[in-house]
């Protein structure tokens, strides 16, 4: 079992920037993968970026590549969704996953949820 909790989430005018983060409460280990999701309101929830935590390997959607970027602090347990150029249909509660062994991008396929954190991206 690994806990999630994100933080970092709030209220941010349209092309502005802003950085959530994700803690895990143990080591993760080198097959896992861990990954950003987000869930706008009556909508279905969608990838968004996902790295391997060994490899640093990345994966984006094409609906944030060049603006979204993931990383990651092994030695903390903590992932970064780095945010900037912000839209208004950025707005959406985000949510950080936990996969073991092998990448999907449907959230169905992962294992550990966080509670999510709240984006709003004003017009």
């Known amino acids: 079992q690994v806990q999630l909790v994100e933080s970092g989430g709030g209220l941010v005018q349209t092309g502005g920037s802003l950085r959530v983060s994700c803690a895990a409460s143990r080591r993760i280990f080198s097959e896992y993968y861990m990954g950003w999701f987000r869930q706008a309101p009556g909508k279905e929830r969608e990838f968004v970026a996902a790295?391997?935590?060994?490899?640093?390997?990345?994966y984006t959607a094409d609906s944030v590549k060049g603006r979204f970027t993931i990383s990651r602090h092994n030695g903390r347990n903590t992932m970064y969704l780095q945010m900037s150029s912000l839209k208004p249909e950025d707005t959406a509660v985000y949510y950080c996953?936990?996969?073991?062994?092998?990448?999907?991008?449907?959230?169905?396929?992962?294992?550990?949820w966080g509670q999510g954190t709240q984006v709003t991206v004003s017009s």
């Open positions: 790295i391997g935590w060994t490899a640093g390997n990345t």
């Open positions: 996953a936990a996969k073991v062994l092998g990448l999907s991008l449907q959230p169905r396929d992962w294992d550990y």
